[in-house]
């Protein structure tokens, strides 16, 4: 398993599309890119996380029955409005939410709008929101705060929802976090070389899995740095350490997923 286990640390001018090819092949375990955005402009955005900038509606707590540890967000995602492998119309009601909170930060705001630019920078792959096949554009783009942790996960929207919710079929599908704060001697990503099968389910709790599930599996582990963009396959499974009491661990988080269309779309 030794080179499935590889984390690649690299600046910004050192990326290139090879490595997103390697991280869905399982070559390449993660991919950290230090010096993806300004200090700056991840600070700027870390100031404004509460509901007081975002609106009740947009910003609050994972909920509790799916996400067994607490955490909390801006932004919709999908697998908190997933109803019987479809989305509820509460999604859409969100996804507004959040995208008028977007026009009202500028720091927000431009964050959005330079990171799908900066990743086609540096990787050679325009993206674009994704949409579902009646043709409505996915949020993208979550603020998550997970100073607690996370239980072991997995995310593969090939698994999780029927095969026409997108108006593409997905190939590949890679997470991604952009880190806007420092969170000291925590929070760093757990990835192991482990995908899901159907008698990890007796292990469940929630919307993760038990500790006990990975104990005889060593994981690769990337440190979160303020301004670094750490990038992994998401069907791998995955979780996040805790910090240290008084720390943040905040991230811009979306997924990315290459089509048999040629695209590469972004979705939370």
């Known amino acids: 398993m030794g080179d499935h286990r590889r984390v690649k640390t690299c600046t910004a001018a050192e990326t290139s599309t090879d490595d997103l090819h390697a991280l869905l092949l399982g070559d390449l375990a993660a991919l950290r890119v230090t010096g993806f955005a300004a200090e700056g402009l991840c600070r700027a955005v870390a100031s404004v996380f ?37 989305l509820s119309e509460d999604y859409w009601l969100a996804r507004a939410d959040a995208a008028a909170a977007c026009e009202r930060l500028p720091c927000l705001r431009e964050l959005r709008e330079f990171v799908p630019r900066r990743f086609a920078e540096l990787f050679g792959r325009p993206v674009r ?34 095969a026409n919710l997108l108006s593409t079929t997905v190939t590949g599908q890679l997470a ?50 303020l301004g670094t963009a750490v990038l992994f396959n998401s069907r791998n499974y995955h979780r996040v350490e805790p910090c240290p009491p008084g720390t943040r661990r905040l991230s811009l988080s979306f997924f990315i997923a290459f089509t048999t269309a040629g695209s590469t779309v972004i979705w939370s």
């Open 50 to 86: 509460d509901e007081t900038a975002f609106g009740e509606s947009a910003f609050g707590e994972y909920d509790a029955s799916r996400y067994v540890i607490p955490a909390q967000r801006f932004g919709p995602t999908l697998n908190e409005h997933r109803v019987g492998g479809a």
């Open 176 to 225: 991604f976090n952009l880190f806007l704060t420092d969170a000291g001697e925590g929070g760093r990503t757990l990835v192991w070389d482990r995908r899901w099968a159907a008698t990890d389910e007796r292990h469940r709790r929630g919307f993760g899995y038990a500790d006990d599930l990975l104990d005889d599996d060593e994981p690769a582990v990337v440190e979160p740095a």
């Open 129 to 162: 929101p994704a949409k579902t096949a009646e043709g409505r554009m996915l949020h993208w783009g979550i603020l998550r705060a997970i100073d607690q942790g996370t239980l072991p996960h997995w995310d593969d929207v090939r698994l999780e929802y029927p």
